[in-house]
């Protein structure tokens, strides 16, 4: 598997049962799991607390936290590269075409305009649910056709709140 961290680092990773291998050299690495999420390493004699933030969703891409310091790391594997040899990666790509409210909530304050364009992470809006302020954020680049709430409507789960074209 390729693995590429902060976009400019790239790593060949093998990892099996028993052994974890970078670039062709197998590390020698005690691991324990605290939790779900987040695991403390120890890799040549020194402490590491790996958390993972934020995984996407087919767990190509992740958000990690090493020690506070934080690490965008993106993954392919074997039927990745097929794909691109194929030419059909961006074909698979995911094509993010609207943004539904994820529960019931009050638009607090609209960040976007339509014609606008946004990349993946931008905020969208804030959506107020159970006296909490939402930031609803862009899965995906694109550009903003249509905005169907205002800042004040009430808005039910899962009803569309800005399309993209």
């Known amino acids: 598997m390729k693995v590429k961290v902060n976009e400019q680092y790239n790593f060949n990773v093998v990892v099996s049962e028993k052994t974890i291998t970078v670039d062709g050299q197998a590390l020698d690495i005690d691991a324990k799991e605290l939790s779900a999420n ?13 958390e993972v933030l934020e995984r996407e969703e087919g767990g190509k891409q992740a958000t990690i936290r090493v020690n506070g310091n934080l690490y965008q790391v993106d993954m392919e594997d074997q039927y990745d590269e097929l794909l691109k040899q194929l030419g059909m990666d961006s074909a698979a790509a995911h094509k ?13 304050q609209l960040m976007v305009t339509e014609g606008q364009e946004v990349t993946k992470g931008d905020s969208l809006l804030v959506l107020e649910a159970m006296k909490m302020e939402n930031i609803i954020k862009s899965p ?3 550009m903003v056709k249509r905005i169907l709430v205002q800042k004040g409507d009430k808005v039910e789960k899962n009803g569309i709140l800005i399309q993209f074209a």
Do not use: D, F, N, R
């Open 38 to 50: 987040t695991q403390h390493i120890i890799y040549e004699h020194k402490s590491y607390t790996v």
């Open 140 to 142: 995906a680049a694109g």
């Open 96 to 108: 993010v075409q609207e943004i539904k409210a994820p529960m019931p909530g009050l638009v607090l």
